[in-house]
């Protein structure tokens, strides 16, 4: 009777919000890097005198009978779902450690084969026979080769037998699901006769087990139940309180916001549904808890006590997300666009289906726990069924829909012609698939339609939140964002990236919690999600290949620790080790540089193999890289390997004053791709490392920086040269800067009639300072040759008299009348008189 009630009810079991049965799914979900499942029995650790190939024997044998045993016990519970969970759970395990016992021959199996590859073929017929010792090994190897072999075999024989098996109970499950769902009971009047009378039973057996229940607690565990009552409701008003100062903002809706915008109204509505059944999940387990930890509750009360706590919830939660998005009281926060009347009555239809949902799903164990008829059960589910269905029909024909700019207080329009008759088909099918019998079905679909929409629509508001929340400059128009922004100073960008941070944040949040809800209203059990979560996160197979999220995220966050300890090192190497050595800036580049290339190579290294990815399996990667070097990347290797060329041999470092080509300027730094170089005009030009290594580079700062500075001067040719050059001598000599070893010297290069040509030649010290030290010793030279009066130009020539007699200025003077006179235009002042006869013409015509 149990069996034909469990497979009734199984849709009952997994479909309504199981909150206790799902928190170990979100705890495998955190815990996924937890190792894998063994055995039952572990296998017995080997001893000094037993070979790794026998322990793997012993190993194997111990799997085999695992694994007959577990299938026996599939024969025996292949009615009870549950049980068939946990064997298949155990079957895959088994598989797991099967495998493994293979993997762990596989080095002791290449071993074999690299030793006889180093011993070769055996000597053909007529050569000289092996030593006996080579033959003897020889024999040994290929024994214990073949002995892998042969273990090799049975363990993928009993890897297939294994995955058979879990096969084989997924189809019992897949059988026991269907037969509960389609099963046809016949209504007629003795079903209800007799489930009337089952209800009177079971009434007055649970008022008897209830009062018996209260009357022990009261008289024996009363400090026990009040003391747990208190610590629930002290526990439900902290929750309360905290999450409404934490989280007001997300939860509450402003009264001074009129019109809120729509990504406003998104957060508040998502929000203001998880957070408040998150709390009263956790007021429900604290209950439990509680109860359950002072004894209070005994082993007939404790599971009606638990689904009652788990409908209130469930309950809670589809009137909160109904709330949420119909927003009955006010429609400015309305996230759909119905009437308020229409809110209203969508908000009591759904509430209502939600209350009968889990009214009998609580009813049900209660039956179930009393140990009442089948019958009974399968009549609260018919009329259960009904209910809902005729909801659904209600639903239909009332008009909440306006249209676009319509204002909430106006009267609503029926539904669109698609959604009336979906609507009406769903409930009208609830209806008749009860009254001709296939009351699993019905109440199966039923309890999908308020639980399983329920989540959907709460995931649906949530991928709307994520995705207007990490819109771009979408963040900075909200409240936290706001907030950020003043606390912190965020700018646009940094805003941005947080905006895409949260979203991505509501993405993961969504699918860990909402995901496995669904697969449980579907018949999947809590062990069912844990071994899919470990195979998600652990053993992802394409082909041959398996990826494992778990390692490739610790991976990525070893490589990202070994960055830190690179960069750590760096700065700690430089700015301890090489400061206080006093080594140069070009040193100490380099040593950066190197040190930074090893420790991302040698994070690179830990991070591939903490991903579980093998490198040698990158060999053809390798050869394909190699091929487009050859090709297409013959330029980026070769500026790679010159800079490495550069690093070693030093022919510049950071700080250089180089000349390469056309560019010239100081080296501020060098890569293993290119260098950068400031020229004076504070411009950075970099350079590839190829072209400093093939072309000439010029350093004016290789060794040192004494450098000779050439400054050229020239005279009027009229002064004598050799005092021109001796008191440049001076000159040059008393000039601060200068180096007097090597001496400075004067030299006359060139001369002409118009000038004499000189060119001073002097070392500095430090040839940066040669642009200030020349502009000192010409100012110094200029006011020399002011104060020897030595001409730098030729003196100007003196103005010539012009002389003319009196006969040619007359006749010039002549000659400037008569060409000013042509230049002279017509006269208008002047009138030609008319005809005789002829009238005068009128002035203003």
Same mark, same amino acid.
């Given at each position: 009777?149990f069996?034909?009630?469990?497979?009734?009810?199984?849709?009952n079991?997994?479909g309504?919000?199981p909150i206790f049965r799902?928190?170990?799914v979100?705890?495998?979900l955190l815990?996924?890097?937890?190792?894998?499942?063994?055995? @039952? =029995?572990?296998?017995?650790?080997?001893? $000094? *005198?037993v070979?790794?190939? &026998?322990? #793997?024997?012993?190993?194997?044998? !111990?799997?085999s009978?695992?694994?007959n045993?577990?299938r026996?016990r599939?024969?025996?519970?292949?009615d009870?779902d549950?049980?068939?969970?946990?064997?298949k759970?155990?079957?895959?395990?088994?598989?797991?450690t099967?495998l493994?016992?293979s993997?762990?021959?596989?080095?002791?199996?290449?071993?074999?084969?690299?030793? @006889? =590859?180093?011993?070769?073929?055996?000597p $053909? *017929?007529?050569?000289?026979a &092996?030593? #006996?010792v080579?033959?003897?090994? !020889?024999k040994k190897?290929?024994t214990?080769?073949?002995e892998?072999?042969?273990?090799?075999g049975?363990?993928?024989?009993l890897?297939?037998?294994?995955?058979?098996?879990s096969?084989?109970?997924?189809?019992i499950?897949?059988r026991?699901?269907?037969?509960?769902?389609l099963?046809r009971t016949?209504?007629?009047?003795?079903?209800? =006769?007799?489930?009337?009378?089952a209800?009177?039973e079971e009434t007055q057996?649970?008022?008897r087990?209830v009062a018996?229940?209260l009357?022990?607690?009261?008289?024996?565990?009363?400090?026990?139940?009040?003391?747990?009552v208190?610590?629930s409701?002290?526990?439900?008003l902290v929750?309360?309180?905290?999450?409404?100062?934490l989280?007001?903002?997300?939860?509450t809706?402003g009264?001074?916001?009129?019109?809120?915008h729509?990504?406003t109204?998104?957060s508040?509505?998502f929000w203001?549904t998880i957070?408040p059944?998150?709390a009263?999940?956790?007021f429900?387990g604290?209950?439990y808890?509680f109860?359950?930890t002072?004894?209070?509750?005994?082993?007939?009360i404790?599971?009606?006590?638990?689904?009652a706590?788990?409908?209130m919830?469930a309950i809670?939660?589809?009137?909160?997300?109904?709330?949420?998005?119909?927003?009955?009281?006010?429609?400015h926060w309305?996230?759909?666009r119905?009437?308020d009347r229409?809110a209203?009555?969508?908000?009591l239809?759904?509430f209502g289906m939600?209350?009968?949902?889990g009214?009998?799903?609580?009813?049900?164990?209660?039956?179930?726990?009393?140990?009442?008829?089948?019958?009974?059960?399968?009549v609260k589910?018919f009329?259960?069924?009904?209910?809902i269905?005729?909801l659904l029909v209600?639903?239909a024909?009332?008009?909440?829909v306006?249209?676009?700019?319509?204002?909430?207080d106006t009267?609503?329009?029926p539904?669109?012609?698609?959604v009336?008759?979906?609507?009406?088909?769903?409930?009208?099918?609830?209806?008749f698939a009860?009254?001709?019998?296939?009351v699993?079905?019905?109440r199966?679909i039923?309890?999908?339609i308020?639980?399983?929409g329920?989540?959907?629509v709460?995931?649906?508001i949530?991928?709307?939140?994520?995705?207007?929340?990490s819109a771009?400059?979408?963040?900075a128009?909200?409240t936290?964002g706001k907030r950020?922004?003043?606390?912190?100073?965020?700018g646009?960008v940094a805003l941005?990236?947080v905006g895409l941070?949260?979203?991505l944040?509501?993405y993961?949040?969504i699918?860990?919690?909402f995901?496995?809800?669904?697969?449980?209203?579907?018949?999947f059990q809590?062990?069912?999600?844990?071994?899919w979560?470990?195979r998600?996160?652990?053993e992802?197979?394409?082909?041959s290949?398996?990826i494992?999220?778990?390692?490739i995220?610790a991976?990525i966050?070893l490589?990202?620790?070994g960055?830190v300890?690179?960069?750590w090192f760096?700065?700690w190497?430089?700015?301890?080790v090489?400061?206080?050595?006093?080594v140069?800036?070009?040193?100490r580049?380099?040593?950066?540089?190197?040190?930074g290339?090893?420790?991302v190579a040698?994070?690179?290294?830990?991070?591939?193999?903490?991903?579980?990815?093998n490198?040698?399996?990158?060999a053809?990667?390798?050869?394909?890289?190699?091929?487009?070097?050859?090709?297409?990347l013959?330029?980026?290797v070769s500026?790679?390997?010159?800079?490495?060329?550069?690093?070693?041999?030093r022919?510049f470092?950071?700080?250089?004053?180089?000349?390469?080509?056309?560019?010239?300027?100081f080296?501020?730094?060098?890569?293993?791709?290119?260098?950068?170089?400031?020229?004076?005009?504070?411009?950075?030009?970099i350079?590839?490392?190829?072209?400093?290594?093939n072309?000439q580079?010029?350093?004016w700062?290789?060794?040192?920086?004494?450098?000779?500075v050439?400054?050229?001067?020239?005279?009027?040719?009229s002064?004598?040269?050799?005092?021109?050059?001796?008191?440049l001598v001076e000159?040059?000599?008393?000039q601060?800067?200068?180096?007097?070893?090597?001496?400075?010297?004067?030299?006359f290069?060139a001369?002409?009639?118009s000038?004499?040509?000189?060119?001073?030649?002097?070392f500095?010290?430090?040839?940066l300072?040669?642009?200030?030290?020349k502009s000192e010793?010409?100012?110094?030279i200029?006011?020399?040759?002011?104060?020897?009066?030595?001409?730098?130009?030729?003196p100007a020539a003196p103005?010539?008299?012009v002389?003319?007699?009196p006969?040619g200025a007359?006749?010039?003077s002549?000659l400037?009348?008569?060409?000013?006179?042509?230049?002279r235009?017509?006269?208008?002042?002047?009138r030609?008189?008319?005809a005789?006869?002829?009238p005068?013409a009128?002035?203003s015509a």
């Amino acid at each position: 009777m149990f069996a034909m009630r469990r497979r009734l009810s199984l849709f009952n079991e997994d479909g309504l919000l199981p909150i206790f049965r799902l928190l170990p799914v979100l705890l495998v979900l955190l815990l996924v890097a937890a190792p894998p499942v063994r055995a @039952q =029995t572990a296998a017995v650790p080997a001893t $000094a *005198d037993v070979t790794q190939l &026998e322990q #793997a024997n012993s190993d194997l044998d !111990r799997a085999s009978g695992q694994l007959n045993a577990i299938r026996e016990r599939v024969e025996r519970d292949k009615d009870d779902d549950a049980r068939l969970v946990d064997l298949k759970v155990e079957a895959e395990a088994l598989n797991r450690t099967i495998l493994s016992i293979s993997v762990a021959t596989r080095p002791r199996l290449e071993a074999i084969k690299a030793r @006889q =590859t180093e011993l070769g073929d055996p000597p $053909a *017929d007529g050569a000289p026979a &092996e030593a #006996a010792v080579v033959v003897e090994e !020889r024999k040994k190897l290929a024994t214990e080769r073949n002995e892998i072999n042969a273990l090799t075999g049975e363990a993928e024989n009993l890897s297939i037998e294994a995955t058979k098996l879990s096969n084989r109970i997924t189809e019992i499950r897949r059988r026991l699901f269907s037969d509960a769902i389609l099963k046809r009971t016949e209504i007629n009047t003795e079903l209800f =006769t007799e489930a009337s009378g089952a209800l009177v039973e079971e009434t007055q057996t649970l008022n008897r087990t209830v009062a018996a229940w209260l009357q022990f607690v009261w008289k024996f565990k009363r400090m026990q139940l009040l003391g747990a009552v208190g610590l629930s409701l002290l526990a439900a008003l902290v929750l309360h309180t905290g999450s409404y100062r934490l989280f007001a903002p997300f939860i509450t809706r402003g009264v001074q916001e009129e019109k809120p915008h729509y990504i406003t109204r998104l957060s508040v509505a998502f929000w203001s549904t998880i957070l408040p059944t998150m709390a009263a999940a956790a007021f429900a387990g604290a209950s439990y808890f509680f109860l359950d930890t002072f004894n209070v509750l005994r082993a007939d009360i404790a599971p009606i006590v638990t689904v009652a706590l788990g409908v209130m919830v469930a309950i809670y939660f589809v009137a909160q997300l109904a709330n949420a998005v119909l927003s009955p009281v006010d429609g400015h926060w309305r996230l759909v666009r119905v009437s308020d009347r229409g809110a209203q009555l969508l908000w009591l239809l759904i509430f209502g289906m939600a209350i009968v949902n889990g009214g009998d799903y609580f009813l049900g164990t209660i039956s179930e726990v009393l140990g009442s008829p089948v019958v009974l059960t399968v009549v609260k589910s018919f009329i259960a069924s009904i209910i809902i269905g005729a909801l659904l029909v209600v639903t239909a024909f009332i008009k909440p829909v306006l249209r676009q700019g319509e204002k909430p207080d106006t009267q609503g329009r029926p539904w669109p012609r698609s959604v009336f008759i979906l609507l009406v088909l769903t409930g009208l099918g609830l209806v008749f698939a009860s009254l001709l019998g296939y009351v699993g079905m019905a109440r199966f679909i039923a309890t999908q339609i308020v639980v399983t929409g329920a989540v959907v629509v709460t995931m649906y508001i949530g991928f709307l939140s994520g995705r207007a929340v990490s819109a771009p400059n979408a963040f900075a128009e909200t409240t936290v964002g706001k907030r950020l922004e003043e606390r912190f100073g965020l700018g646009q960008v940094a805003l941005d990236q947080v905006g895409l941070a949260a979203g991505l944040g509501v993405y993961l949040l969504i699918f860990v919690c909402f995901v496995p809800l669904i697969l449980l209203q579907w018949g999947f059990q809590v062990a069912d999600i844990e071994s899919w979560a470990y195979r998600i996160f652990t053993e992802i197979r394409i082909g041959s290949i398996t990826i494992s999220l778990v390692g490739i995220l610790a991976g990525i966050l070893l490589f990202a620790a070994g960055l830190v300890i690179t960069r750590w090192f760096q700065k700690w190497v430089d700015g301890n080790v090489l400061a206080r050595s006093q080594v140069d800036a070009g040193v100490r580049n380099s040593v950066r540089t190197a040190v930074g290339y090893a420790g991302v190579a040698l994070a690179g290294l830990v991070g591939i193999s903490a991903a579980g990815i093998n490198l040698s399996s990158l060999a053809l990667v390798a050869g394909a890289l190699s091929l487009g070097i050859g090709f297409g990347l013959q330029n980026i290797v070769s500026n790679f390997v010159s800079g490495l060329i550069l690093l070693a041999e030093r022919p510049f470092k950071v700080g250089d004053w180089v000349v390469a080509g056309t560019t010239e300027g100081f080296v501020r730094r060098i890569s293993v791709r290119a260098t950068e170089i400031e020229t004076f005009q504070r411009q950075t030009v970099i350079v590839p490392n190829s072209l400093l290594i093939n072309g000439q580079v010029g350093n004016w700062t290789h060794r040192n920086k004494l450098g000779r500075v050439d400054l050229a001067i020239s005279v009027h040719g009229s002064n004598d040269p050799r005092q021109v050059q001796e008191m440049l001598v001076e000159v040059v000599r008393g000039q601060q800067g200068l180096l007097r070893n090597p001496e400075p010297m004067v030299v006359f290069l060139a001369f002409s009639a118009s000038s004499l040509d000189f060119e001073i030649r002097a070392f500095l010290a430090d040839i940066l300072n040669g642009t200030t030290v020349k502009s000192e010793l010409r100012a110094a030279i200029l006011e020399r040759f002011r104060q020897d009066e030595i001409a730098i130009g030729g003196p100007a020539a003196p103005e010539v008299p012009v002389k003319i007699s009196p006969e040619g200025a007359e006749l010039i003077s002549a000659l400037l009348d008569q060409a000013t006179e042509k230049l002279r235009p017509p006269s208008t002042s002047r009138r030609h008189k008319p005809a005789d006869g002829a009238p005068e013409a009128d002035p203003s015509a």
